[in-house]
């Protein structure tokens, strides 16, 4: 993590940000499937639906698959403030306030961040005219994410 002050941090700019967003994405699914790879033996193989193991089974599988996935961000931005995929593309989230984030922030980031994504995603579009070029989602939960500088 940067000793940088957050003000020395510049703001992360679109491209950046949906880089980190691809290769977290796939770490996510990776994720998932051994998760859903281990449910198999249980369903003969099939896929993990209500007809085929029942409805408890199928709810406990569907929460689990949210708390992996809330579990990802919430570990990773709580812990060090950048998830995998933004330390490699050298981005770290931060507070207003300078703090370490929170499992709260973590949660509201989540919530917001698919807020952004339901008008066609125009709440991360929204970083291409926004002054300060944040997002909704950042402005919502009062974070940023900025790029770390290089170290000397």
Request: glycine share 8%; proline share 3%.
């Amino acid at each position: 993590m940067s000793t940088a002050s957050p003000a020395s941090n510049p703001t992360a700019g679109l491209w950046r940000r949906l880089a980190a967003m691809v290769y977290d994405l796939l770490l996510v699914i990776a994720v998932l499937m051994v998760c859903t790879a281990l449910f198999l033996p249980f369903t003969g193989g099939e896929g993990v639906s209500l007809g085929v193991v029942g409805p408890v089974v199928y709810y406990f599988y569907r929460v689990l698959l949210l708390v992996l996935v809330v579990g990802y961000f919430g570990l990773f931005w709580t812990r060090r403030g950048q998830t995998l995929g933004m330390a490699a593309w050298r981005l770290r989230l931060e507070r207003d306030d300078g703090c370490r984030l929170t499992w709260a922030d973590a949660l509201k980031r989540l919530a917001a961040a698919c807020l952004s994504w339901l008008p066609v995603g125009l709440g991360y579009l929204w970083v291409l005219v926004d002054r300060d070029r944040l997002a909704w989602h950042d402005r919502l939960t009062h974070l940023r994410v900025v790029v770390e500088l290089k170290q000397q």
